[in-house]
Nanobody
């Protein structure tokens, strides 16, 4: 079993910054891609950013330049630094990981965290 635990969400004012963290734990052999998704009220879940084990990244076009994803492979942790936050960034942010586990070491499986709320409001 694999657990993804997000932290760092909260209430901030427009223009402020916030950093989210997501730590993976459990019966992990290897993690391929890790990423952040978000879901605003009444909207579909959307990609924010993803990062490979080698550090290659891709971002939602609308977020490039404001959000930065990074990764610590030793700690199986990813981070999302969010700058210049806007009310439209208000959403639940979910961590996602493609994980190879000890009980099923032949392929990767998709895991999700429980989400962390980010609210941007004055």
């Amino acid at each position: 079993q694999v657990h993804l635990v997000e932290s760092g969400g909260g209430l901030v004012q427009p223009g402020e910054s916030l950093t989210l963290s997501c730590a993976a734990s459990g019966s992990i052999v290897r993690i391929n891609i890790m990423g952040w998704y978000r879901q605003a009220p009444g909207k579909q879940r959307e990609l924010v950013a993803r990062i490979t084990g080698g550090g290659s990244t891709n971002y939602a076009d609308s977020l490039k330049g404001r959000f930065t994803i990074s990764r610590d492979n030793v700690k199986n942790t990813i981070f999302l630094k969010m700058n210049g936050l806007k009310p439209d960034d208000t959403a639940v942010y979910y961590c996602n990981a493609d994980v190879m586990t000890t009980d099923r070491p032949m392929w990767y499986h998709d895991y999700w965290g429980q989400g962390t709320q980010v609210t941007v409001s004055s």
